[in-house]
């Protein structure tokens, strides 16, 4: 049980790392062979609606994500700082976890300002992989939902 | 500062950046363009499917109520208390018979009318309201509501013409041929911008951003400027259609391209499929961006449909206001890939996103130089008129042009 949330943990604090390190092909790695990797408006969740900002419903999806975020889109210059909370253990079977934690995310651009990006909740199905725990499905819902600018680098 | 004497030329081909900064500006134009007689999007009859369904919007940001009452007809009325002028309805939306304001508990029905006044006749025999107090002329203010198609417009201008000569008839064609079969809410995208509303008005006008400035359309190969398409405006030149058939494209992109160094169409996609297109009905046009006069955006990119509108927030900010939609008769398969294809637009979108950088480093760049210009020449100077090619910002003039009309500053001998 410690060990199980010591595994979360460990990949949730690798996760924001790599993200506001933007070493997105590392990231990918965090990913289970299958995965999928969901950024969606709070405000269609609650209304039970199905449409995100990103949706990615399968490993090559996300592949091109990342992808098209290195080749293609142009956005502000910034960099990221995750600071993500405890994760709560919603459910522990003998596959995996699933687990939620809140974040937020700042953003700095070039000239030093940062801002308040996005807060939200991350759902995570955690699948095992040997010791260690690989991301099967991750969703974040995003409370910031008037997305301040554009969304370029994965949450 | 507001005068016919800020244009250097009178085709719209220079635009003074002053109009994207100004203060005093702006608020002529939540009178004169947003308050005028202009039509602006306000939301889809989808999202109030049934009696007393309600949903809040904006025209400008004028705070507004859409109610279906209870024979299915749509009403239309500014949210504002007609006692102290609190916001009336503070939910986004709901089902309810009416609206009370939670500070003095005013009721008003389905149509705006006062229904109900707490201490009218005061209390305990003491008090209350004079006799000459009239109901009747204590409503929320009615907005003018009209539907094309399903798609809700909305004017608080008396001299407004008919919704549908407002359009014309090339624009009700092709708001039609999206919304030919009922539709539904897929969900909302909202993006927050730091720049001017017309900076985003401006955006989709102009076709040949899209294969410059959204590099994922050329890596992957899916969009070419040259392409058979067009722009299509109304007679007035105030809206304006640019649209694409698919498998149309010849190599003479590649040969233009080349000049400006542009990467080859040589990447490939892991999930082809996020750009395929399946035909929605029996036409090859596989791109159709409109952009009505004021705030409005109807897109089909590919299977991908929404329409944004724009909601100004100030000079200095706006909001883009997504509504994405599929059919109500989509086969599963159909459902989900209208779920992937959302990856192309919205506030993350591949071949969208960049737009919000575009208006922003704008913004930034021209609050300095009030009196510089932009230039828009692509597709020739002078009169303002269709172009059978897609290279050409002719519809960005037309947009000026009416603007500069509605807010009385056209100059003398206008070619418009």
């Known amino acids: 049980m410690m060990s199980d949330l010591l595994g979360a943990y460990t990949l949730l604090a690798q996760y924001g790392h790599l993200c506001d390190t933007a070493q997105f092909d590392e990231w990918l790695k965090l990913f289970a062979p299958t995965c999928a990797y969901y950024v969606k408006p709070r405000e269609n969740e609650d209304l039970g609606l199905p449409a995100c900002i990103m949706y990615c419903d399968s490993r090559a999806m996300l592949e091109d994500r990342i992808l098209a975020l290195r080749v293609a889109s142009k956005y502000n210059i910034h960099t990221d700082r995750h600071i993500i909370g405890l994760p709560r253990l919603v459910g522990n079977g003998s596959n995996g976890l699933s687990i939620e934690a809140p974040f937020a995310v700042y953003q700095t651009e070039q000239e030093g300002d940062t801002r308040l990006f996005a807060t939200g909740l991350y759902r995570d199905r955690l699948e095992r992989d040997g010791d260690e725990f690989k991301i099967s499905e991750k969703m974040v819902l995003v409370d910031t939902f008037a997305v301040q600018s554009l969304l370029a680098t994965p949450l | ?416």
Request: hydrophobic share 35%; with cysteine.
């Open chain 2, 1 to 416: 500062m507001l005068s016919s004497d800020i244009w250097s030329t009178k085709d719209y081909s220079r635009v003074p950046y002053r109009l994207y900064h100004d203060e005093s500006i702006y608020d002529v134009e939540l009178q004169r363009v947003f308050g005028g007689p202009a039509w602006s999007l306000v939301g889809l009859e989808a999202e109030i499917p049934n009696p007393n369904d309600f949903r809040t919007s904006y025209i400008g940001e004028t705070p507004i109520i859409l109610h279906r009452d209870k024979n299915g007809e749509i009403h239309g009325f500014v949210n504002r208390c007609s006692h102290r002028g609190a916001l009336v309805r503070r939910e986004l939306c709901g089902n309810a018979k009416d609206h009370v304001c939670i500070y003095h508990q005013w009721c008003f029905g389905q149509d705006g009318s006062l229904n109900g006044v707490p201490f009218r006749r005061g209390f305990k025999g003491k008090g209350g309201y004079d006799k000459d107090f009239d109901m009747k002329e204590h409503g929320l203010e009615k907005v003018k509501v009209g539907s094309i198609g399903g798609v809700l417009f909305a004017t608080q201008s008396e001299e407004a013409e008919p919704l549908e000569e407002y359009l014309g008839e090339a624009i009700l064609g092709f708001i039609r041929r999206i919304f030919h079969r009922p539709v539904h809410i897929i969900g909302y995208h909202r993006q927050r911008i730091r720049g001017n509303w017309k900076g985003y008005a401006e955006n989709p006008r102009d076709n040949y951003h899209a294969g410059l400035l959204h590099e994922f359309l050329r890596t992957f190969g899916l969009d070419r400027p040259t392409q058979v398409g067009g722009a299509t405006m109304d007679r007035r030149h105030r809206h304006g259609v640019t649209w694409g058939r698919s498998e149309s494209g010849n190599d003479a992109a590649r040969e233009a391209y080349a000049s400006a160094q542009v990467a080859s169409a040589d990447m490939k996609l892991a999930e082809p499929t996020l750009v395929a297109y399946y035909p929605d009905r029996n036409d090859d046009i596989n791109i159709a961006i409109m952009s009505l006069f004021p705030n409005c955006v109807i897109q089909q990119i590919a299977n991908s449909l929404a329409t944004r509108q724009i909601r100004p927030r100030g000079p200095n900010e706006f909001e883009i206001f997504q509504t994405v939609i599929g059919y109500d008769d989509d086969t599963p398969q159909m459902k989900q890939h209208r779920l992937r294809q959302a990856n192309l637009i919205g506030p993350a979108g591949l071949v969208s996103m960049e737009d919000g950088e575009a208006v922003e480093i704008v913004h930034r760049a021209t609050k300095a130089s009030p009196d510089d210009c932009e230039i828009l020449e692509l597709g020739g100077k002078g009169e303002i008129s269709d172009r059978d090619y897609r290279v050409n910002d002719v519809p960005v003039r037309g947009f000026w042009s009416y603007y500069a009309e509605l807010m009385g500053i056209e100059p003398e001998g206008a070619v418009r």
